[in-house]
Nanobody, 121 residues
Framework: VQLQASGGGLVQAGDSLRISCAAS????????MGWFRQAPGKEREFVAA????????YYADSVKGRFTISRDNAKNTVYLQMNSLKPEDTALYYC???????????????WGQGTLVTVSS
């Protein structure tokens, strides 16, 4: 499966932004999806994950209550709605896919190219 993330941009602290990840292929609904982010000089970290059906979701403590992951299997797309953004949310955001839901980057086989989110104070 090929993944294409989009929707990043420059926003102010407190703003909202929704990023998307479009997948190619007819088997998108078979995959669990995850969002990860990597800030300059830091390791890639888990943000959120969703099961193939959308029935299970997981969030990093740092984004819980502010971010929402969702998916539309008919559109082969997964979303990350980000509210109350903070400067520390600034990072390159990656989407990833695998057959099992996980919070560790090494568990995911397929990765998108990333979309940059910059939050100014």
């Amino acid at each position: 499966v090929q993944l294409q993330a989009s929707g990043g941009g420059l926003v102010q602290a407190g703003d909202s932004l929704r990023i998307s990840c479009a997948a190619s292929g007819r088997t998108f609904s078979s995959y669990a999806m995850g969002w990860f982010r990597q800030a300059p000089g830091k390791e890639r970290e888990f943000v959120a994950a969703i099961s193939w059906s959308g029935g299970s979701t997981y969030y990093a403590d740092s984004v819980k209550g502010r971010f929402t992951i969702s998916r539309d299997n008919a559109k082969n797309t997964v979303y990350l709605q980000m509210n109350s953004l903070k400067p520390e949310d600034t990072a390159l955001y990656y989407c990833a896919a695998d057959f099992s839901i996980a919070t560790i980057p090494a568990e995911y086989v397929y990765w998108g190219q990333g979309t940059l989110v910059t939050v100014s104070s």
